[in-house]
């Protein structure tokens, strides 16, 4: 590589650095607890029972949530994917934001109402703010993406920069005989090319997660008009199926999978006529990604049933990859490792650069000298 070249990959590998390093820093920051963010919720205190998950009453759930809200509707329900809950959200619209809503959660084997904090409070909801969108909404994620963007474009260039850079040095060697400063950039190659694989794939997937606001709105746009068109709803005046038969119905449709969230009609991911199910499968894999069902809100068969489109499947491929909580505990605490070690990367490189940089007495002695 020529001097010159070596040169731009070094501009450019110092700016798109030094303009996202900050923010980078506070992802990794908040992102650490939130690898651990099982183990560091709150405690259910689920009762012993024979009973089987899903035997209680949805229904019945349902209407305790709203006698205990008197006012208020339910847009959503949430099934948890580890534990045999349901969340019961109750708000003052089917349109309400999501950080309004108030939390019931019901044990599904009993039906037993569990009393635990709100999960849109608290340490985990402030750090899941920040990682996600600096409590901005859809625009902070948007600018997140951007950071995120510069951030892999610091990665690649910092990958030609190694070879030219460490090419006289055996692998892992830190020179201490020489100046702090060299001792740090050799950290710093060192440790940037052994996260170099985990850096790379966690920004690119956090990348792809910003853009998680957009592409529901292509989904709601697109393929749930779709599904809506395939069927006219009923529409029976004053009527509404049961929660717990369309859940039989759908479950019956849709053999091994497992419903994660119930979205009734009015929501952004429902039509007025319609109330949506996403189902999950059992595998590792499967489980992270939905399987949308629409069901006849007057009576409760299942109209549609339909893959989501491959833009949305890479949305959810991509989410357990970031936090690495697919394969237990062992991984996560690899997953933090790794965090670490990125800190400590982002951070030489700010004092790489803040050693190395032109200081003002500096230049005038030079100007000095030169004159």
Not at 268 to 295: M, Q
Request: hydrophobic share 50%; charged share 15%.
């Amino acid at each position: 590589m020529t001097r010159r070249a070596v040169r731009a990959w070094v501009w450019l590998h110092r700016w798109s650095s030094l303009i996202c390093t900050l923010f980078a820093l506070l992802l990794c920051l908040t992102g650490l607890p939130l690898i651990f963010k099982d183990e560091l919720g709150p405690d259910l205190q689920l009762a012993a029972t024979t009973a089987p998950p899903g035997r209680a009453s949805v229904d019945s759930m349902v209407a305790r949530a709203l006698a205990a809200r008197p006012g208020e509707v339910v847009p959503y329900l949430f099934y948890d994917r580890d534990h045999p809950i349901l969340k019961v959200p109750t708000a003052a619209s089917m349109t309400a934001d999501p950080a309004t809503f108030h939390y019931q959660v019901f044990d599904t084997r009993t039906g037993q109402q569990i009393a635990i904090p709100q999960p849109n409070e608290g340490f985990l909801y402030v750090m899941t703010r920040l990682h996600l969108d600096l409590f901005g909404g859809v625009p902070g994620t948007l600018f997140l993406g951007c950071m995120g963007l510069l951030l892999v474009l610091a990665i690649v260039s910092g990958v030609v920069l190694y070879g030219p850079f460490t090419r006289r040095l055996a692998f892992g060697v830190i020179r201490t005989d020489g100046s702090r400063w060299r001792s740090w950039l050799d950290l710093h190659n060192l440790l940037g090319i052994v996260t170099l694989a985990w850096f790379g794939v966690v920004s690119f997937t956090g990348v792809i997660n910003t853009l998680a606001a957009p592409i529901e709105l292509a989904w709601q746009a697109n393929q749930l008009v779709e599904m809506a068109a395939q069927a006219k709803p009923a529409e029976i005046e004053g009527q509404r199926a049961s929660t717990d038969a369309v859940l039989r119905d759908v479950r019956a449709a849709v053999p091994g999978m497992n419903v994660m969230t119930v979205a009734f009609p009015g929501t952004p991911f429902a039509t007025p006529s319609h109330i949506a199910i996403f189902l999950t499968g059992n595998t590792p894999i499967t489980s992270r990604i939905l399987k949308p069902a629409l069901a006849d809100a007057s009576t409760g068969q299942v109209v549609s049933v339909r893959d989501m489109p491959w833009y949305a499947t890479a949305l959810f491929m991509s989410q357990p990859l970031h936090f690495g909580d697919y394969g237990g505990l062992p991984l996560k605490i690899i997953w933090a490792l790794f965090d670490v070690a990125t800190i400590v990367v982002l951070l030489s490189g700010l004092y790489l650069w803040w050693a190395k940089r032109p200081r003002r007495g500096d230049a005038e002695s030079a100007g000095s000298a030169a004159s």
